[in-house]
């Protein structure tokens, strides 16, 4: 099966100005996770999707972070303005309902804010 | 709250020998999932092996086996006959009923030739 797809592998912005990252899960995952890796972290739950509703976004700084999943398929994750904090790895995960047989990642996009 | 605590920064093997990674983790929950992932420098994150709380028997996936001390919230990762391929950053997570995954500060491998 095709894995989770990720882009840009790269970004790399100034502070202030804004970045929107693209992922698509496995077909028929109906859950989608986005999560911040800062480094020498681990991943951080940003926002949780069940289908096409948010789960899960406590840890979502929401005054400048915006996310959706429409269609319950495709997701986007969304900076806006970006701060010189925000620069980590932003990885997109998938399940099936519950995930308690585990995730499958995707490769992350690594942002750099300068 | 729920904690994992990974305590070794860095390890380093010799390939071909074994190697045990720590994990910790504070919960009150009963009912619970412990894993391993594996991140290599693709930076994708792979799962290495699950344990379900309920469980006794410590999980094993080839190469890979933990061990699992309930009462003491220990879930430790066992590689045995490593691999140049098992240099990575390895995560614990903790995972239960509704919970986000809760991961650790990771372990950097590396396996020396």
Known sequence: E?????????????KRQSVAFWCNPISG???????????????????????????????????????????GVDSTLKIQPAKLEDSAV????????????????????????? | AQTVTQSQ?????????????????????????LFWYKQPPSRQMILVIRQEAYKQQNATENRFSVNFQKAAK???????????????????????????YIFGTGTRLKVLA
């Open chain 1, 29 to 71: 995952h109906a859950t989608l996770y986005w999560y911040q890796q800062i480094l020498g972290q681990g991943p951080k739950l940003l926002i949780q999707f069940q289908n096409n509703g948010v789960v899960d976004d406590s840890q979502l700084p929401k005054d400048r972070f915006s996310a959706e999943r429409l269609k």
């Open chain 2, 9 to 33: 920064p860095e390890m380093s093997v010799q390939e071909a020998e074994t190697v045990t990674l720590s994990c910790t983790y504070d919960t009150s929950e009963s009912d619970y999932y």
């Open chain 2, 74 to 100: 220990s879930f430790s990762l066992k590689i045995s006959d490593s691999q140049l391929g098992d240099a990575a950053m390895y995560f614990c997570a903790y995972r239960a009923g509704t919970y986000k």
């Open chain 1, 90 to 114: 932003y990885l997109c995960a998938s399940s099936l309902a519950g995930g308690w047989n585990g995730y499958t990642f995707g490769s992350g996009t690594r942002l750099t804010v300068v």
């Open chain 1, 2 to 14: 095709a894995g989770v797809a990720q882009s840009p592998r790269y970004k790399i912005i100034e």
